[in-house]
T-cell receptor
Framework: KNQVEQSPQSLIILEGKNCTLQCNYTVSPFSNLRWYKQDTGRGPVSLTIMTFSENTKSNGRYTATLDADTKQSSLHITASQLSDSASYICVVSPSYGGATNKLIFGTGTLLAVQP | NAGVTQTPKFRILKIGQSMTLQCTQDMNHNYMYWYRQDPGMGLKLIYYSVGAGITDKGEVPNGYNVSRSTTEDFPLRLELAAPSQTSVYFC?????????????FGPGTRLTVL
């Protein structure tokens, strides 16, 4: 069964510190892997999209890495800010699915950045 | 651009009532989607549309209906509300471009069925 699992479930860090969130997936074959940020009470917002052939993708202080061999991805946040407090969702797009975009969503890591 | 807008933001329904969740996008996107997000679960696809007049079922379509008469609008209809439909509903849209299309999400509708 295609699954996307994230760890940790929740994380508390101090402002200015770095952190790394993990994503393991069993989706195969897959087209691309995405990381979304979801603020409380808001819809998810795309941070990065990586195809199966890419190893890393950055968006400001966010850097995503992908190891297609081990089926693992990580999201590294540098110099965290209070505004980084949110849920971070790993999403995998299977390479099958025809003309649709049937994404498989992880349950997210809830990050709290404290002053 | 306003992006993807959804109304209402919140709604409480009684069992058996019906309602329509509205979704509009102004980005001229071909693809539109409806998801539900339950606590502690990943988003699940309810219905999607690849263009005006074309809709198809997602992973959890039971109890819902959709229509797509225009490019901009993609309403979701609940005919006989049940407590199992208590959830947060997100509408999203994308312009398919070589398979790595970004999905843009609306702010969500929080629905409670009592």
């Amino acid at each position: 069964k295609n699954q996307v699992e994230q760890s940790p479930q929740s994380l508390i860090i101090l402002e200015g510190k770095n952190c790394t969130l993990q994503c393991n997936y069993t989706v195969s074959p897959f087209s691309n892997l995405r990381w979304y940020k979801q603020d409380t009470g808001r819809g998810p917002v795309s941070l990065t999209i990586m195809t199966f052939s890419e190893n890393t993708k950055s968006n400001g202080r966010y850097t995503a890495t992908l190891d297609a061999d081990t089926k693992q991805s990580s999201l590294h946040i540098t110099a965290s800010q209070l505004s980084d407090s949110a849920s971070y969702i790993c999403v995998v797009s299977p390479s099958y699915g025809g003309a649709t975009n049937k994404l498989i969503f992880g349950t997210g890591t809830l990050l709290a950045v404290q002053p | 651009n306003a992006g993807v807008t959804q109304t209402p933001k919140f709604r409480i329904l009684k069992i058996g009532q019906s309602m329509t969740l509205q979704c509009t996008q102004d980005m001229n996107h071909n693809y539109m989607y409806w998801y539900r997000q339950d606590p502690g679960m990943g988003l699940k696809l309810i219905y999607y549309s690849v263009g005006a007049g074309i809709t198809d079922k997602g992973e959890v379509p039971n109890g819902y209906n959709v229509s797509r008469s225009t490019t901009e609008d993609f309403p979701l209809r609940l005919e006989l509300a049940a407590p199992s439909q208590t959830s947060v509903y997100f509408c999203a849209s994308s312009y398919r471009d070589r398979g790595t299309d970004t999905q843009y999400f609306g702010p969500g509708t929080r629905l409670t069925v009592l």
